[in-house]
């Protein structure tokens, strides 16, 4: 103990660190690994990092066939290194260094983070395809088998008696979704002087919050709180391989998330710029957003969207419709939900 405070290491600042450093050893090794190995073929690497629920779907379709589409046409291999967590903290981690080429983020804000950390030098996302967005995916709730609350709308989730698992809107940008859906369900249906009211009961009811909505989904599977706010998308993967064991509840009017892809050109060099450009290019293409649909996203491209399992929506809405994001942000996550209903749950 003596020798700890004489050398006063500074113990916090060396494990916020550690995952940098980690991942750059990790890099290190997986890009000379075909040198240590005597392989003879060519090899690339292109690092993503993405928000939670991506992963099934980057690592086991968009990655091998966008690697199969480049070895057949330039006879390189391609290899990915890849992180998936809430997309709060991966902002947070390419803030701090990680040498991320690709971003995929739960929401623009997120990207408009990096622009003010001056980790992108301008808004180049809004350059893509769509503007940066990739996929669509609504917020619905998960129930216990039977649904024996009788949950069916947003305005039942703040009823007594009711416990909500939700993500967390600090490190998630899944949650900050759930808190447009929550309250715009009712200000954009004729209920606004209703909407803070409706926020704040469903918040008084949430028995439990994780870092991201795949760890908020691993509390509701562990036995949580009554009902889920999550993607459609998180319980249809699942739903098509037999494994939900709950029940959907597509709510009458409820938010599309929109997420946004970012290249983070500062840490791609020259000879890589072609590869990440081609990996981007790849992502809008029919192929790429065919497998996003099998896999329970919804396609920019509405004629693509044909998966049997998507549910109706009877009054869909958009960021756009609460005035975009820095309006959406200013006046419905900071001036109402984080000044109000969280200083009134505090009472």
Do not use: C
């Given at each position: 103990?003596i020798?700890?405070n ?5 113990w916090h600042?060396?494990?916020s660190?550690?995952?940098?450093f980690?991942?750059?050893?990790s ?10 190995t ?11 990092y ?7 779907v980057?690592?086991q ?13 330039t006879?390189?291999?391609v290899?990915?290194?890849?992180s ?5 903290t991966i ?10 080429e690709?971003a995929?983020?739960?929401l ?12 992108l030098?301008?808004?180049s996302?809004?350059d893509?395809?769509n503007k ?10 998960l ?6 609350k ?16 939700h993500p967390d809107p600090?490190t998630?940008?899944g949650?900050?979704?759930a808190i447009l859906?929550?309250y715009g ?6 209920n ?5 009211s409706?926020?704040?009961a469903?918040?008084k ?5 994780a870092?991201s ?11 949580f ?6 993607y ?13 064991i709950?029940?959907?509840?597509y709510p009458?009017?409820?938010i599309?998330?929109?997420?946004t892809v970012v ?9 890589q ?5 081609a990996?981007i ?10 497998i ?11 004629d ?8 109706k ?6 960021v756009?419709?609460?005035?975009g ?6 006046e ?11 200083e009134?749950?505090?009472?």
């Amino acid at each position: 103990m003596i020798l700890f405070n004489k050398y006063k290491i500074n113990w916090h600042l060396l494990f916020s660190r550690l995952p940098i450093f980690i991942f750059s050893i990790s890099l290190l090794l997986f890009t000379i690994w075909p040198w240590l190995t005597g392989s003879a073929k060519s090899s690339r690497t292109i690092v993503v990092y993405g928000f939670s629920i991506l992963a099934e779907v980057m690592n086991q379709g968009i990655f091998p066939a966008f690697s199969s589409e480049w070895e057949d046409s330039t006879g390189e291999k391609v290899n990915f290194i890849s992180s998936f967590a809430g997309s709060g903290t991966i902002t947070n981690q390419i803030i701090m260094g990680v040498p991320a080429e690709v971003a995929i983020l739960s929401l623009e804000l997120d990207a408009m983070r990096l622009l003010d950390k001056n980790v992108l030098t301008d808004s180049s996302w809004k350059d893509l395809p769509n503007k940066g967005v990739l996929n669509l995916t609504p917020f619905i709730f998960l129930v216990r088998p039977g649904n024996p609350k009788n949950i069916k709308d947003f305005s039942d989730l703040g009823r007594g008696g009711i416990g909500i698992v939700h993500p967390d809107p600090l490190t998630s940008g899944g949650a900050q979704w759930a808190i447009l859906a929550e309250y715009g369900s009712a200000s954009l249906n004729g209920n606004k002087s209703n909407a803070y009211s409706q926020l704040l009961a469903i918040w008084k009811n949430v028995v439990a919050q994780a870092a991201s909505a795949r760890a908020a989904r691993t509390q509701f599977e562990n036995g949580f709180g009554d009902v889920l706010v999550t993607y459609e998308q998180e319980a249809l993967f699942d739903k098509s391989r037999g494994r939900l064991i709950a029940d959907i509840i597509y709510p009458k009017s409820t938010i599309l998330s929109e997420h946004t892809v970012v290249v983070v050109s500062k840490n791609i060099s020259d000879k890589q710029k072609e590869l990440v450009d081609a990996f981007i290019n790849f992502l809008w293409s029919e192929t790429a957003q065919r497998i996003f649909v099998k896999f329970g996203f919804r396609s920019i491209n509405e004629d693509l969207n044909d998966n049997k399992q998507f549910g109706k929506i009877e009054k869909p809405f958009m960021v756009e419709d609460l005035g975009g994001w820095t309006k959406a942000k200013k006046e419905i996550i900071e001036d109402i939900w984080k000044a109000k209903v969280l200083e009134e749950i505090k009472k």
